[in-house]
């Protein structure tokens, strides 16, 4: 059977990877932002913490690794492209490389599994810019859907939160508060999205699985202005509040919202909200992202047979209804009108 895609393209944030590569890094992502720059001068400081390097890029080199031969057991004879939104390498260049290698149409696979302005149609935004910059025949780029209820993603974040229940001691394990943990945004931009509820309806999967329906979802990096609302609680006043009812001597925190650790997941949970718990007495017990975990990597596989052969669209619970592969208009819009000419997811 003919395949209407040549390629597969993964498309993820960026990160620096060393002291040099900070501020450029910083500035590609804050350009067009209203951000002063003593506040990004001040995220700098969080990234020279570690050595001016962020992981996500060595995470997205080691799941192109694991995916190669995951989607020859497949059977599906995709060569893989990377481009980033911020940092090298850029998805203006791997377009550009692509191009030159004959490609002419991509299924791209995007490292974020929820759908937000910044999560979706952002990425569809860069993705269609680059294809500007590379010249009068660029690759048409199609993205796969959001999978935030995959059950091929729903496994994986189980496996990590019972590798975390392993940690804590027997007798607390039925009790041990469990905590989520997002990237919070705007509300201005919640409005106009369903990030809230992909991200409850994962935590409620989740929890299904391991018996538990008392977890909690707070979220993390925070970087608007105070006077601007954004989602909440934030994670460390969760563990505050938490803190004030409970007796519990351990808790867990895993990253759901984020698929590979960058500088926020560092910075955020191993050290700011480590330092909260060691303040208020709690041992923190923090969960890994889905990263490598071979049942995500299978599912990036049958996202790809979906639209490769028109295999059912998988959810975790019958219940739960697939993202669709095309994005309704206006879909996850944040202050402006939609945009037309962008390719459907």
């Not at 990425?123 to 780029?141: C, D, F, H, K, T």
């Not at 351990?250 to 650790?261: A, E, K, M, N, Q």
Request: aromatic share 8%.
């Amino acid at each position: 059977m003919p395949t209407p895609y040549d390629a597969l393209l993964v498309v993820s944030f960026g990160g620096p990877e060393g002291p040099d590569d900070v501020l450029p890094f910083l500035e590609n992502v804050l350009r067009g932002k209203n951000v002063p720059r003593e506040r990004m001068m001040e995220v700098a400081e969080h990234y020279h913490h570690f050595d001016g390097v962020s992981p996500i890029n060595s995470q997205v080199r080691a799941l192109i690794a694991a995916l190669e031969p995951e989607l020859a057991r497949q059977d599906i004879r995709l060569p893989i492209y990377w481009g980033n939104r911020n940092w090298h390498p850029l998805l203006p260049d791997t377009l550009a490389q692509m191009a030159a290698d004959g490609i002419q149409r991509a299924l791209a696979f995007v490292t974020s599994a929820y759908r937000s302005y910044s999560n979706c149609r952002q990425y569809l935004e860069n993705i269609e810019a680059a294809r500007q910059q590379v010249g009068p025949a660029p690759p048409i780029i199609d993205k796969i859907r959001p999978f935030y209820n995959h059950p091929g993603f729903i496994e994986a974040m189980t496996d990590r939160v019972r590798d975390c229940l392993e940690q804590v001691p027997a007798d607390e394990r039925r009790t041990v508060p469990v905590i989520f943990t997002a990237h919070s945004i705007p509300r201005a931009m919640a409005d106009g999205c369903d990030y809230q509820h992909d991200l409850r309806e994962a935590c409620t999967l989740v929890g299904r699985q391991l018996e538990r329906h008392d977890w909690y979802l707070a979220y993390q990096s925070r970087s608007g202005p105070p006077s601007q609302p954004w989602l909440e609680p934030d994670i460390r006043d969760q563990l505050t509040q938490l803190r004030q009812t409970s007796r519990a001597t351990h808790v867990i925190v895993v990253p759901i919202g984020f698929l590979s650790d960058h500088m926020e997941v560092v910075y955020d949970l191993d050290y700011e909200a480590a330092q909260t718990c060691q303040t208020l007495g709690f041992t923190l017990i923090r969960g890994k992202t889905a990263g490598c975990h071979p049942r995500f990597v299978t599912m990036i596989g049958e996202l790809i047979q979906e639209r490769l052969q028109g295999t059912p669209a998988l959810t975790a619970a019958p219940e739960s209804l697939p993202s669709p592969n095309v994005c309704p208009p206006g879909c996850c819009s944040y202050g402006r009108p939609p945009a037309e000419s962008l390719r459907p997811t």
